[in-house]
Every structure is written in C-alpha cells, then in structure tokens.
C-alpha cells in the first residue's frame, strides 16, 4: 500500500506537503484543502488524476456559436475573497476526519467543540419544538420570548441593561461577530486586535475592506493585552477593538481591573468602538472572573457584546448566537442579516430558550462540564510541564491549551525533515504521533501550537503520551 500524501493549502504560500509511512490508506490519495470557494472543502483525488494550478484565476474557453472564436470566461473572484485566508482550525479539523475515516487512528485535538452531548431539557425543548409545529420563520431578530430571556440573563449574571430591540440572534456567534465588523467598519478603517486571537476576528475585518491592526502579546503576561501598546497603536482611522475573554486560543481571562485601564484608552478616542466576545464566558476556572466590557463605566455606548450557546451549553451543532448593543448598531447588525441569511432557526430558539432557563450560568448541567475541563485542563498542565523547553501560560477559562514549543524548532528529523516552525511541528505530531493540532501560526503566534481539551481525559492521556513520545525522539536544536 501507498503511503498517503498531505497538503496544508493558504491563499500566500505553497503547499507543504509530507509523506507518511505510518499513514497509509487502501488507494494512493493526495489530501488537500482547496481555499477557492470553499476553504473547508476537502478534496480527494487519485494521484494519477492530480491537477497543479499555478494561478488563481481559472479561464475556460467559451464558444458562442459555430462561427465565432473562442472566448475565455472570466472566472476571477472578488478581493475580499482573494484577500480572506481560509481557517487552519477547520481545514485540519477536516483532514483529520478524513483520516479517521479512512481507518487511521488520529487523535483530534483540533477542533473546539465540547464531547458532550446537548443537555436533555434543552434537547428535548428542540424535540417538542418541531411535534408541535413550530417550525417557521421567526422574526428577523429572534423570537420576542429569546430576546426578552437574553435581556434577562444579561441583566443577572453580566449587570448589562438591554431591551429586546437591543438584541439581534443570529446563526451563530461567528455570524453576530461577521455583522457587527460590516455594519461599523469602512474601507480604510483598522480593526485593532490583540494576538493571539481567533483565526476569523482578522479575516473578518478584511471582508469589510478594513486593516487588520494585529497587536501581539506574549506568553509571560500571560497573552493578555498591554494597554499602553493599544494606547500607542491608536489612530484617526481605528474603528473597532476586539476583545475575547475567555480567549480562544490561550484560554486567558482579563482581569477587572486589566479592563478598566483598557477603557481608559478607549474612553479617549470618539470614533472607537469594542467588540466584546464573551462566547467562553460561562467556562472559567476560580478564582477567574469574567468581566463583560460594557459594564464597565461608560462603555456601554460603545461597545457590542457578542455571547452564544456552542460552548457553554454543547449547541454547537444548534448553530446561535446573539448580539447586544446599542439600538443604532444592533438595528445595523439586523439589516444585514435581513439580506442574508434571515432569522435563525426557530427550533434551535426554542432550545435557547430552555438553556437560558436552566439557572445562573447553566445551572448544575453546564457546571458540571465546567468541572470536567478543569480537570483535564489541570492534567494537560501537569504532562506538559514535565517536558524541556516547553513553556506554558496556565488558561483560566475556555478549553484550550497554548503551548510555546519554539524550542525545537530548527531540529532535523531523519524521514521526515526540518521542523522550523509551528505548522511543521503540527505535522509532525500528526505524522509520527497521529495527533490532530493546530499551528499557533493561525492565531498570530508561530511559537506555539494550540491543544483543544474538549475531549474525554482518556482521550487527552492517550494524545499526552503520543505528544511526549514524538518528542522524546528529538533532539534540541543546540545538539543537533
């Protein structure tokens, strides 16, 4: 059998590609992610049948009748496509899957998305949903009963005054976050973001033709935002801060009082708004305490807070989220998803609704997940902490380990090749250990690799050792 061959595509790099003899499937196959229209495709195509594209712009010949020349059709894309690099996190999540499929038994630590299932009242409101027949369109915005719970739940738990036209639901987080940035940003405009960040919060300031500001932050303030940098990277044409806490990828938690310095910079500048995504929010680990942004002294006016139901309540598959703001934005937010996608779906609402019903910060269901990744976060710190050269930045909330491994880089491995930054660290765990991560390189830090602990602990034990194993095989740089 023929050893498998792998292809991590981007808009502005060549395919890196690795064989594998511990990888093999029954044919030859050439796995790879096309990032034309769909990132997140993924293709598989015989070797003998393989196409090479040395461009992005793809021409076909056209005839209009017998009697004319050949044209050729212009195929090209937009440049906010051709600007927009598609997600590392769902491309390798996609790989991986592959990989299972085709019986070869790789680890998937990439994706964040909780192993739980739905709880049950929230599942079985979703069930009588549809016996009952309520299975229409809802109102553009949400359902008046979600939105005036939301309302709720944001006034008890965040200290947060909204009312129902203040609230726009939508097909997810990842939706709510994409309207917010179109509806304020205009060309031109820079889009300030603390890295490591979320491999969308850039691509999705380049969809709206603004300039990703990305500000880096490090591992030994525990990637947490220096304020007197923001102050500094301030200018006329910064519109949008992004603020993420619970952060993915680092699982880092601001603090009150990291906050309050951070909107005494914001307080400065009329025309610079915050973005607030709070979609971790209800995992954190004490003596962490999640702090909503507009709750604080006079940010409330500027700022759009983002939250959702995927992680905390295991939706993901239920797909919403919701934004809160000022009535002048949020309307914004509206009018785009109005020409979009319309209302989310009326099913996954009736959930919501349950979910938010189930007691402060979900109650005993969502708490005791809580317990679980604490307790697998606490494990993967332990194992992690007994290897050379690997520094870590202990999360405080999510379920995401971000882990400095930049002290093998520059290593030469025999067969396989220079491991000389994050992704190639990534393929080679998922090579030689068959353990799916994601290259920190996707987040705005190519020191470091992202490990997802939303999997069982006998799963996270099982991919330790995979990990620990791989690179007991190297050796560090200074003796190679």
């Given at each position: 059998m023929a050893a498998a061959q792998f292809s991590f595509l981007t808009n502005h790099s060549p395919a890196i590609a690795f064989d594998s003899s511990l990888i093999t499937s029954a044919r030859s196959a050439t796995i790879s992610f096309s990032n034309n229209l769909n990132p997140s495709l993924l293709a598989i195509r015989s070797l003998e049948t393989r196409r090479h594209h040395k461009s992005s712009t793809v021409c076909s010949a056209v005839t209009i009748d017998n009697n004319s020349e050949p044209m050729e059709l212009d195929t090209t894309l937009s440049h906010r496509v051709n600007s927009v690099k598609p997600s590392k996190t769902v491309a390798i999540t996609?790989?991986?899957?592959?990989?299972?499929?085709?019986?070869?038994?790789?680890?998937?630590?990439?994706?964040?998305?909780?192993?739980?299932?739905?709880?049950?009242?929230?599942?079985?409101?979703?069930?009588?949903?549809?016996r009952e027949g309520y299975t229409r369109?809802?109102?553009?915005?949400?359902?008046?009963?979600?939105?005036?719970?939301?309302?709720?739940?944001?006034?008890?738990?965040?200290?947060?005054?909204?009312?129902?036209?203040?609230?726009?639901?939508?097909?997810?987080?990842?939706?709510?976050?994409?309207?917010?940035?179109?509806?304020?940003?205009?060309?031109?405009?820079?889009?300030?973001?603390?890295?490591?960040?979320?491999?969308?919060?850039?691509?999705?300031?380049?969809?709206?033709?603004?300039?990703?500001?990305?500000?880096?932050?490090?591992?030994?303030?525990?990637?947490?935002?220096?304020?007197?940098?923001?102050?500094?990277?301030?200018?006329?044409?910064?519109?949008?801060?992004?603020?993420?806490?619970?952060?993915?990828?680092?699982g880092s938690v601001y603090p009150k009082k990291l906050l309050k310095e951070i909107a005494r910079f914001v307080a400065k500048h009329p025309r610079l708004l915050v973005l607030s995504d709070e979609t971790y929010e209800h995992i954190i680990y004490a003596p962490a305490v999640h702090t909503s942004f507009a709750s604080?002294?006079?940010?409330?006016?500027?700022?759009?807070?983002?939250?959702?139901?995927?992680?905390?309540?295991?939706?993901?598959?239920?797909?919403?989220?919701?934004?809160?703001?000022?009535?002048?934005?949020?309307?914004?937010?509206?009018?785009?998803?109005?020409?979009?996608?319309?209302?989310?779906?009326?099913?996954?609402q009736k959930a919501a609704v349950a979910a938010l019903g189930m007691g402060?910060?979900?109650?005993?269901?969502?708490?005791?997940?809580?317990?679980?990744?604490?307790?697998?976060?606490?494990?993967?710190?332990?194992?992690f902490g007994e290897l050379e050269g690997v520094k870590m930045s202990e999360p405080q909330g999510a379920f995401y380990l971000f882990l400095d491994f930049s002290y093998y880089y520059g290593t030469e491995?025999?067969?396989?090749?220079?491991?000389?930054?994050?992704?190639?660290?990534?393929?080679?765990?998922?090579?030689?250990?068959?353990?799916?991560?994601?290259?920190?390189?996707?987040?705005?830090?190519?020191?470091?690799?992202?490990?997802?602990?939303?999997?069982?602990?006998?799963?996270?034990?099982?991919?330790?050792?995979?990990?620990k194993k791989a690179i007991l095989t190297l050796k560090s740089p200074a003796s190679v």
């Open positions: 996609d790989q991986a899957i592959a990989l299972v499929e085709a019986g070869v038994p790789v680890i998937r630590l990439a994706a964040g998305e909780p192993d739980f299932d739905t709880p049950t009242v929230i599942a079985e409101a979703g069930i009588n949903a549809i369109y809802t109102p553009n915005a949400g359902t008046l009963e979600l939105r005036t719970a939301i309302c709720k739940k944001l006034k008890e738990e965040n200290d947060l005054s909204y009312t129902p036209d203040q609230i726009v639901v939508s097909n997810g987080a990842k939706q709510s976050i994409l309207q917010a940035v179109l509806a304020v940003c205009s060309p031109g405009d820079e889009v300030i973001i603390p890295a490591p960040c979320w491999v969308s919060h850039p691509e999705m300031a380049r969809l709206a033709d603004a300039t990703p500001v990305i500000l880096p932050a490090s591992i030994s303030e525990n990637f947490l935002l220096d304020p007197k940098l923001l102050e500094s990277k301030i200018t006329e044409k910064s519109r949008l801060l992004i603020l993420c806490s619970p952060s993915n990828p680092t604080l002294p006079g940010m409330w006016e500027r700022t759009l807070t983002v939250n959702g139901f995927s992680k905390a309540f295991a939706m993901t598959g239920w797909r919403l989220g919701y934004i809160a703001g000022p009535k002048h934005f949020v309307a914004a937010c509206n009018k785009i998803q109005s020409q979009s996608t319309s209302g989310a779906s009326s099913i996954a402060h910060a979900g109650g005993e269901a969502v708490a005791h997940m809580v317990k679980a990744f604490r307790e697998r976060r606490d494990f993967l710190v332990s194992a491995v025999e067969g396989f090749g220079l491991i000389k930054d994050s992704e190639s660290l990534c393929r080679y765990f998922l090579d030689q250990g068959q353990v799916a991560l994601v290259p920190g390189d996707a987040f705005g830090d190519d020191t470091c690799i992202r490990i997802s602990y939303a999997a069982s602990l006998s799963t996270l034990q099982a991919a330790a050792e995979r990990i």
